[in-house]
């Protein structure tokens, strides 16, 4: 089966780091994005990737492992707002979306 | 530009009773996507169209049913609601499936059923 593994809840203090990690087993690999999700709200686009490395995009980055089936979202200089779940998600063979069940981030003053 | 809008946002059903959920795009997107999200759980795909007039199966079809009549529209219908429907309906489209084509989410319907 298909299967995309993440953090349930991690806690970070504001103007800190944070990793948030994704494992992933999918039937084929077209490309792995991250969301981010305000409670209450929906999914938003964050980033992208499909070769291996790191992707920047301000105050966030994304990791890409393919051979060892893993990424990492990095979020620095963290802020209140940034207090949301963050999904991965796996675009499989069939070009279907496959979701983790997301972290729930939480950020502390 | 609207983007991706969803009626109703909250609905409360009693078992056996049926309703539809309407999903409306302006982006002219060919894909659109219907998920459900429950607590502890990923986003689960219920159904979804390739293009106007296609609907295809998605993990959890059981108890729905579509239709996608115009382009612009996505309807999912709860032929006879049970409580373990119980759950946020989000809406998603998309122009392709190349590269970073994205889903554009529309903002959930939260259903309960008693």
């Known amino acids: 089966g298909q299967n995309i593994d993440q953090p349930t809840e991690m806690t970070a203090t504001e103007g800190a780091i944070v990793q948030i990690n994704c494992t992933y087993q999918t039937s084929g690999f077209n490309g792995l994005f991250w969301y981010q999700q305000h409670a209450g709200e929906a999914p938003t686009f964050l980033s992208y990737?499909?070769l291996d490395g790191l992707e920047e995009k301000g105050r966030f980055s994304s990791f890409l492992s393919r051979s060892k089936g893993y990424s990492y979202l990095l979020l620095k200089e963290l802020q209140m707002k940034d207090s949301a779940s963050y999904l991965c998600?796996?675009?499989?063979?069939?070009?279907?979306?496959?979701w983790g069940a997301g972290t729930k981030l939480i950020i502390k003053p | 530009n609207a983007g991706v809008t969803q009626t109703p946002k909250f609905r409360v059903l009693k078992t056996g009773q049926s309703m539809t959920l309407l999903c409306a795009q302006d982006m002219n997107h060919e894909y659109m996507y219907w998920y459900r999200q429950d607590p502890g759980m990923g986003l689960r795909l219920i159904y979804y169209?390739?293009?106007?007039?296609?609907?295809d199966k998605g993990e959890v079809p059981n108890g729905y049913n579509v239709s996608r009549l115009k382009k612009q529209n996505f309807l999912l219908g709860l032929e006879s609601a049970a409580p373990s429907q119980t759950s946020v309906y989000f809406c998603?489209?998309?122009?392709?499936?190349?590269?970073?084509?994205?889903?554009?989410f529309g903002p959930g319907t939260r259903l309960t059923v008693l």
């Open positions: 990737n499909v």
């Open positions: 998603a489209s998309t122009s392709g499936l190349a590269g970073s084509d994205t889903q554009y």
């Open positions: 998600a796996v675009r499989d063979q069939d070009y279907q979306l496959i």
């Open positions: 169209s390739a293009s106007e007039g296609t609907t």
